[in-house]
Nanobody, 119 residues
């Protein structure tokens, strides 16, 4: 189960921090990341991190967003600074993990959290 939180309404130039906690019978986590979907658009990658070490960002958020992981809490965060109107979207976390007793890694999606950037 993935539980995302931290969305809300913020003015342009403001900041928000999203978090997503994975819970359950987790044996191992390989990748954690954030995606977003604006109205009328396809879901797109925001940022991902592999093994807690190698972050990858969409060009549109480089220098403004920072992804991080707390391995002890199985939680992924994204700190979003200098927010713009075009960052408005529903943000989804995605975690690729191995459940105890299962054969391989599988990706899971969080429920989505709305981020609205508007004055």
């Amino acid at each position: 189960q993935l539980q995302a939180s931290g969305g809300g309404l913020v003015q342009p130039g403001g900041s928000l921090k999203l978090s997503c906690a994975a819970s359950g019978n987790i044996a191992s986590i390989s990748d954690m990341g954030w995606y977003r979907q604006a109205p009328g658009k396809q879901r797109e990658l925001v940022a991902t991190i592999t093994g807690g070490l190698s972050p990858h960002y969409a060009d549109s958020v480089k220098g403004r967003f920072t992804i991080s992981v707390d391995n002890a809490k199985n939680t992924v965060y994204v700190q979003m600074n200098s927010l713009k109107a075009e960052d408005t979207a529903v943000y989804y976390c995605n975690v690729v993990l191995l459940v105890y007793g299962s054969i391989g890694y599988k990706g899971y999606w969080g429920q989505g959290t709305q981020v609205t950037v508007s004055s």
